[in-house]
């Protein structure tokens, strides 16, 4: 199936450019995969275009087959750069030797040091939450308190998830392994399974939905699909809660960036990463789909800054792939579909 799925993402970028020769970059042409739909990216490549005078060609495809093209080029690979949501997909890119190390001053005084690679082959652009989302009908703040309260009693029957094959429930089990070791963390994850009130969901939209619906009260969700749903259906009785703020903090995640281990144009890409992390360009990434800037300096969309502040995990992103393989283990094991 992969492979398939590597040809299939071959033939439709080949038969968007024509002829295979037509798909060749120009000598300049910074060349980006992206695994971010095109009207969350192509605004931001257009403003960077009007500014410097870079072109810039976009191929966006899922996550999986991106990797998988980048593998199968290999050194005859055009790409430039990889721009992809969930630390873990970029460990992972990483790890499969496709990233380069990038030796930016720039970078690394704009984007924390937990929010990108300690060898510097990705770096963080936006920066999401995945916190605890409940009804405004049923559900007051001060009953909640962090992922592990949601296995307590009171909240059986009450609890809705999305599916452990989700990337971003993958990731948070990992960074939940990373700060409590495994078996608190499968203790944690069976006391979800205990108290769930319906199957899970496909994704977060449906689970927000469930709840306003009242076939549940709680749930675990990313901010920007809140965002989302909010934006829709302003006066919809759910509000964010952030979780751990009393220990560890809320868990964080990111869509980042790396340059690919044969860039054809490394320095060119590497300049346009540096733009990213700068606070205007900053603002534009995360406000285009309502996540938070990496750079301290860049303003939220008043829309996400009306959810107000919470202390983030400090723990490095990375360990959402080095315990991605455990977490997913551990979900199996817990009965956790």
């Known amino acids: 199936m992969k492979v398939l799925s590597f040809i299939r993402s071959l033939l439709v970028s080949i038969a968007g450019c024509g002829l295979l020769s037509a798909c060749a970059p120009g000598p300049t042409e910074l060349v980006v995969y992206s695994a971010r739909n095109e009207e969350h990216i192509q605004p931001i490549f257009d403003r960077y275009s009007a500014q410097t005078g870079q072109t810039i060609r976009l191929i966006t495809d899922d996550a999986g087959p991106l990797i998988e093209r980048l593998a199968a080029e290999g050194r005859n690979s055009a790409a430039d750069l ?16 496709l990233l380069q190390p990038v030796d930016s001053p720039v970078l690394k005084a704009n984007v924390p040091e937990n929010l990108r690679d300690p060898g510097n082959r990705w770096f963080g652009l936006s920066r999401r939450a995945r916190t605890i989302v409940y009804s405004t009908e049923r559900v007051q703040p001060a009953e909640l308190e962090s992922y592990e309260s949601l296995t307590d009693a009171k909240w ?6 999305r599916t452990s094959k989700s990337v971003y429930n ?6 939940l392994i990373a700060q409590h070791g ?3 963390t499968e203790k944690i994850v069976r006391g979800w399974v205990a108290n769930l009130a319906t199957p899970v969901f496909a994704n977060d939209i449906l689970l ?6 009242g076939q549940c009260d709680v749930g675990i969700v990313n901010t920007y699909y809140f965002g989302r749903l909010q934006r829709d259906q302003p006066r919809i009785p759910l509000k964010l809660f952030w979780a751990d703020q009393q220990t560890a903090g809320t868990h964080v995640n990111i869509t980042g960036a790396g340059v690919t281990a044969h860039a054809p144009r490394a320095e060119a890409a590497r300049k346009f990463l540096e733009w990213l992390s ?8 995360a406000a285009i789909d309502l996540e938070y800037p990496v750079s301290s300096a860049a303003p939220a969309d008043p829309q996400v800054a009306a959810w107000g502040e919470f202390k983030p995990s400090p723990l490095n992103v990375a360990s959402a792939g080095e315990l991605q393989p ?10 956790y579909l």
């Open 170 to 175: 993958q990731s948070l089990v990992a960074m």
């Open 278 to 285: 700068q606070p205007d360009a900053q603002a534009m990434v």
């Open 156 to 161: 059986k029957k009450r609890l809705c998830l």
């Open 326 to 335: 455990a977490a997913v283990r551990l979900m199996d094991r817990a009965g």
């Open 208 to 213: 927000m939905q469930a709840i306003a619906a």
């Open 182 to 184: 495994e078996a608190q």
């Open 82 to 97: 990889l721009i992809t949501v969930d630390a873990g997909v970029l460990w992972h890119a990483a790890q499969l030797g």
